[in-house]
């Protein structure tokens, strides 16, 4: 079991950076990968952007290629997700949660463990 808790999330104006972290403990770290979701009221959960622990692979949704950065600190136990360029769309909950297999999925139901979310509004 792997428990995750994320913080960092607030609200901030269009155009706007933001940094959310996911610190996990438990059974942790070393295989599979880490991931961030979003859920926006009335919308579906999607795929965000991952990261493998060990080799350090990322991969993005297209809506977030090139404005938000996945990294990860194994020491630390913990992943983030820098958001830059922020707009009003990408106001949703913010979720991470953890693979315990090999593979980078964009689907939840391919990762075991989840966070309780963190909300990012972009608004002005």
């Known amino acids: 079991q792997v428990q995750l808790v994320e913080s960092g999330g607030g609200l901030v104006q269009p155009g706007a950076s933001l940094r959310v972290s996911c610190v996990a403990s438990g059974r942790t770290f070393g295989t599979g990968a880490m991931g961030w979701f979003r859920q926006a009221p009335g919308k579906e959960r999607e795929f965000v952007a991952a990261?493998?622990?060990?080799?350090?692979?990322?991969y993005y949704a297209d809506s977030v290629k090139g404005r938000f950065t996945i990294s990860r600190d194994n020491a630390k136990n913990t992943v983030y997700l820098q958001m830059n360029s922020l707009k009003p769309e990408d106001t949703a909950v913010y979720y991470c949660?953890?693979?315990?297999?090999?593979?980078?999925?964009?689907?939840?139901?391919?990762?075991?463990?989840w966070g309780q979310g963190t909300q990012v509004t972009v608004s002005s």
């Open positions: 990261i493998t622990w060990s080799g350090g692979t990322a």
């Open positions: 949660a953890n693979r315990r297999r090999f593979g980078l999925p964009t689907t939840p139901r391919e990762y075991e463990d």
